[in-house]
């Protein structure tokens, strides 16, 4: 069993930065496959980026590719999105999720994740 919380979110300006953190309690933090995704009012939750469970790997929707960057310290349970140059498309809802099946095709989906955080907001205005 792992909980999952997310924070960090909030208000920020057209090309401006926030980082989410995401804290993970349970065992075996390490094993998990990690993950990001986001929900805007009226669409489906997407993916935003994923690091594999060593936090060697990292993937991402081609729109974070360049202004994202999704790290983790497995010493303190805890990953991190770094997110730079945000736009007013990059508002609503921050989910970090867990998987046990983590990989470059199964990380950008939601099925893949086993646990999910509450979510935190991010709100870009222009």
């Known amino acids: 069993q792992v909980q999952l919380v997310e924070s960090g979110g909030g208000l920020a300006q057209t090309g401006g930065s926030l980082r989410l953190s995401c804290a993970a309690s349970g065992r075996a933090f390490s094993t998990y496959g990690m993950g990001w995704f986001r929900q805007a009012p009226g669409k489906v939750r997407e993916f935003v980026a994923a690091v594999t469970g060593s936090g060697i790997k990292t993937y991402y929707a081609d729109y974070g590719k360049v202004r994202f960057t999704n790290s983790r310290d497995n010493a303190k349970n805890m990953m991190y999105l770094q997110m730079n140059r945000l736009k007013p498309e990059d508002t609503a809802v921050y989910y970090c999720?867990?998987?046990?099946?983590?990989?470059?095709?199964?990380?950008?989906?939601?099925?893949?994740?086993?646990?999910w955080g509450q979510g935190t907001q991010v709100t870009v205005s222009s």
């Open positions: 999720a867990a998987t046990s099946k983590p990989g470059p095709l199964n990380s950008r989906y939601t099925g893949s994740y086993d646990y």
